[in-house]
């Protein structure tokens, strides 16, 4: 491989995975979206009756893991051999490349959550699942925070 496509390769690598980076999205009790900032929420008041670790999904984009892991899979690939073998390299490079690219947004933009069970003191018993920014224990006294259809829990 040249020293110009492997400086390109790299490159080209490491904006991928700054690109993932940057798509991790917290889901956290004190995290906000810039349309939530200033809307009404309902309060609610309750006890925690039980709680557990989940793990919360990351995001699968078209646009950044799988299409950036075709980009450098394919560039990587194409120095295989020469004159077919380097087409036939490409393509296998990028199909590869894709489907590991868009593996490691999903495990970059995955995040550590909880399942919250809260008895409401209206009698309801609801659970709630976001990141885990706060601890909570069994009987521990919280609010609910509901709007837009959106529900967080805090202390």
């Given at each position: 491989m040249s020293s110009y496509r492997l400086i390109s390769v790299t490159l080209i690598a490491s904006l991928f995975l700054?690109?993932?980076?940057?798509?991790a999205s917290n889901s956290g009790s004190?995290?906000?979206s810039q349309g939530q900032a200033r809307t009404v929420q309902e309060v609610s008041m309750g006890t925690v009756t039980a709680v557990r670790p989940v793990t919360i999904?990351?995001?699968?984009?078209?646009?950044?893991g799988t299409l950036g892991?075709?980009?450098?899979?394919?560039?990587?690939?194409?120095?295989?051999?020469?004159g077919k073998g380097s087409i036939v390299g490409s393509v296998v490079g990028a199909v590869l490349g894709g489907m590991g690219g868009s593996a490691i947004e999903?495990?970059?933009?995955?995040?550590?959550?909880?399942?919250?069970?809260i008895q409401l003191d209206s009698g309801r018993m609801?659970?709630?699942t976001q990141g885990a920014d706060q601890?909570?224990?069994?009987g521990d006294?919280?609010?609910?925070?509901?709007?837009?259809?959106?529900?967080?829990?805090?202390?």
């Open positions: 700054s690109t993932l980076a940057g798509c004190n995290d906000y999904n990351g995001s699968q984009t078209p646009m950044v892991g075709a980009v450098v899979g394919g560039l990587a690939g194409s120095e295989v051999g020469g999903q495990k970059v933009t995955s995040q550590n959550g909880v399942q919250i069970t609801i659970a709630v601890v909570f224990n069994v006294r919280v609010q609910v925070l509901s709007g837009n259809g959106v529900t967080r829990v805090t202390h």
